[in-house]
């Protein structure tokens, strides 16, 4: 009998060191700290300690109002649109210029191209591409009169003019947005740096161009900042002896000059930039880009003329191909 009790003391007596070991290490335990819940009274104390009921969704009467607002993100600064002017005229490269110039395009931010037609009516095939380049647009088109196509006079005047105009139009009966007038012809090739360069265009902003006026490239002279002369091969006696690439305008001098327009009376071959740029500025305004007038950002490249001498009069191809 003894020997049951003893066995059976020695299995429990492990169970019930284990549960005074657990009851001993609770008991040190440090009891949490009794506090008060806090009583928030419907009234606040007014002057003579009269009691005043509180308003729902205010401060009581008295109290300042705690300042949790926080400060608002500042808008971001609208981006200067860059309207881009292309005069153009149906050949045989018209399309591969145009599509080079809107592979260009399609990496500016913020641009709007203006192409007009020197036609009497628009393209199909210059409204198909428009269609397709998934550009902000506008499609234009106007004649050149017959007298004024003979050689050795001014192009693409009537088409600027008429750009021109749409621009004035559209921003006639609403506040003009900041804005950078461009004079993109569809045979030069253009670098993107020069469309940082010129967005930042106060009123006039001149740069270099390469291969023009018979030489590697023709630039504005400048000095402490300010034009002073012209590097040039061609005339170096005109008042702005720049090139149609050469140059941006900002759209509030083109709104606030609308007689400015390019000349046909008065103005001899090559002095259309010089002529149109005297009705809106001075050289004394211009503004040097493209690191003081030293880095060339566009070239006056031209497509070689064409060699269609084996084109076949009659015996065409059976399917029509647009090129």
Not at 194 to 218: A, D, I
Request: glycine share 6%; hydrophobic share 35%.
């Amino acid at each position: 009998m003894k020997s049951v009790l003893f066995t059976r003391f020695f299995i429990l007596l492990p169970w019930i060191l284990i549960v005074i070991i657990m009851l001993d290490v609770d008991t040190r335990k440090p009891a949490p700290p009794l506090t008060p819940r806090p009583y928030f009274s419907p009234y606040a104390v007014g002057r003579g300690g009269a009691r005043l009921p509180l308003r729902r969704g205010g401060p009581a009467h008295g109290t300042q109002k705690r300042n949790q607002s926080r400060p608002q993100p500042q808008p971001e600064q609208q981006l200067p649109t860059i309207y881009a002017i292309t005069p153009t005229y149906s050949r045989p490269v018209q399309k591969a210029e145009l599509t080079r110039l809107a592979n260009t395009f399609r990496q500016v931010a913020q641009l709007h191209w203006i192409l007009v037609e020197d036609a009497a009516a628009r393209s199909e095939l210059v409204s198909r591409f428009l269609a397709r380049a998934g550009l902000p647009s506008t499609h234009l088109h106007v004649p050149t009169p017959r007298r004024y196509k003979r050689p050795g006079l001014p192009r693409a005047t009537e088409q600027r003019n008429a750009g021109l105009a749409w621009l004035r139009q559209r921003h006639q009966h609403q506040r003009a947005q900041p804005g950078v007038l461009f004079f993109a012809d569809d045979d030069n090739t253009y670098s993107l740096e020069l469309f940082q360069e010129m967005r930042t265009t106060r009123k006039v902003s001149v740069w270099p161009v390469g291969l023009v006026g018979g030489r590697r490239y023709e630039r504005p002279l400048v000095e402490n900042g300010k034009v002073v002369g012209w590097y040039t091969g061609w005339r170096a006696d005109r008042p702005f002896a720049i090139d149609m690439a050469g140059f941006a305008v900002s759209l509030q001098v083109i709104l606030s000059n609308p007689k400015a327009v390019f000349k046909r009376r008065g103005s001899q071959p090559g002095m259309q930039e010089s002529d149109f740029l005297k009705q809106i500025t001075t050289v004394e305004e211009l503004e040097p880009k493209a690191n003081n007038c030293t880095k060339v950002l566009v070239w006056h490249t031209r497509t070689e003329k064409v060699n269609l001498a084996n084109e076949p009069k009659y015996r065409l191809d059976t399917v029509k191909i647009e090129v």
